[in-house]
């Protein structure tokens, strides 16, 4: 599967993603090609190489002094395109969930958007009704597509900091509405007195991109690097993205939280477990131990994503009687994995298709094997024979 990896530690905007994607391989005149497709003119493409700290990189600017007066106006160009389907329903999804920030952050809309297309006449973009807008948001979405790109993941975006210019006066870096767009998404700072994630990469990215966090296992092919505007002191400003085919082993880096536990009810276990799942967590299981003056006790150990960490330590102080926690970092390999349908002579049931270097085998689904079982009330490992190994 083929795979990208925007690595954001100077931040990201509309721009640096376009530029990354042109510089990773996407060929310039096919993206003009492409963007000829929406009714829009008043507006030049322009490419070029340029130096940032030493790192050669690509510049993708659209030259043009034409504003769009509404996100209605945007998402009726993108409507009224020739672009592919599946390129206009992206783009528009992400155009939506802009406008969707901008309404809830604005004091002249009282309320957020339920029904966006419904209100959409009545928010104006303020910072983001330049024509580039539309540009970036489409043209990320071409250059996505015609890379063969399956699958977006990226770092933590650098968000920067100081005071940026808005039409309603000088607001802190990130701005509301790159706030909005960056919920549940992990970010940081580096203490920049600029403002590095833009609402439009904002809302690019977290559209895009399944997760954020560490470089994937992968086999690069090819890299990219798509210059900002600015010159930054310390660092170059550029966005790079790393494209290659995923492993087929694939691994994250994760958090085992463990507990030793010595004094809790064993019946506050299964509920304990039930909330740290519906929290999140990858993995709950229990290890008896013997501890000091050897009393027995349990350790409870949970795998968690980096960005569930605390939530999940928060319900094992409330739900348990544990006082101190262990953390630690480690990489969890995992096999790529789908849900899948097979035919039985009880119709479809579900199985999950895990692939490897050998070639892929089947597992059951527990829950639908054991519900057949009891509905035709045969043995539950008569249900499971019915399962290919392969």
């Given amino acids: 599967m083929k795979i990208a990896y925007f690595d954001c530690f100077s931040g990201i905007s509309g721009d640096m993603i376009l530029s990354a994607l042109v510089d990773a391989g996407l060929e310039f005149e096919v993206l003009k090609e492409e963007l000829k497709k929406l009714p829009v003119a008043d507006y030049e493409l322009k490419h070029e190489k340029v ?101 977006v993941y990226s770092s933590p975006l650098n968000i920067g900091g100081g005071m940026i210019k808005m039409s309603h006066g000088m607001f802190p870096a990130p701005g509301p509405a790159t706030c909005e767009l960056l919920k549940g998404v992990p970010i940081y700072s580096t203490g920049l007195d600029k403002e590095l994630t833009t609402p439009t990469g904002a809302a690019i990215i977290s559209s895009f991109a399944t997760k954020f966090g560490h470089l994937p296992a992968m086999k690069i092919s090819v890299t990219g690097y798509g210059a900002g505007d600015f010159e930054l002191n310390q660092q170059s400003n550029l966005l790079r993205v790393i494209i290659g085919e995923a492993n087929k082993i694939e691994g994250d880096v994760v958090t085992l939280i463990e507990t030793n536990i010595d004094d809790l009810n064993p019946q506050i276990y299964e509920y304990c477990f039930e909330r740290l799942f519906e929290a999140g967590a990858l993995d709950v299981y229990l290890t008896p131990i013997i501890m000091k003056k050897s009393r027995p006790g349990i350790i409870l150990s949970v795998i968690s994503s980096l960005d569930k960490v605390d939530e999940l330590i928060n319900i094992i102080f409330k739900e348990t009687t544990s006082t101190g926690i262990r953390l630690q970092e480690t990489l969890w390999k995992k096999l790529t994995r789908e849900i899948i349908e097979i035919e039985t002579q009880w119709g479809k049931i579900k199985a999950k298709k895990v692939t490897f270097a050998g070639g892929t085998k089947l597992i059951p689904e527990y829950e639908v094997c054991k519900k057949i079982a009891k509905e035709k009330n045969i043995p539950l490992k008569e249900v499971y024979s019915l399962y290919p190994t392969a």
């Fill in 51 to 151: 130096i940032k700290k030493g790192i050669a990189g690509t510049k993708i600017g659209v030259i043009t002094t034409a504003e769009v007066e509404s996100l209605s106006k945007m998402i009726e160009l993108v409507e009224k395109s020739t672009l592919e389907d599946e390129i206009k329903q992206k783009a528009n999804e992400i155009l939506y969930r802009m406008i969707e920030a901008e309404t809830k952050v604005h004091s002249n809309l009282k309320s957020k958007i339920q029904n966006p297309k419904s209100k959409i006449n009545e928010v104006h973009f303020h910072e983001l009704s330049s024509l580039d807008t539309i540009i970036d948001v489409v043209g990320a979405v071409i250059g996505i597509k015609k890379l063969g790109i399956e699958e």
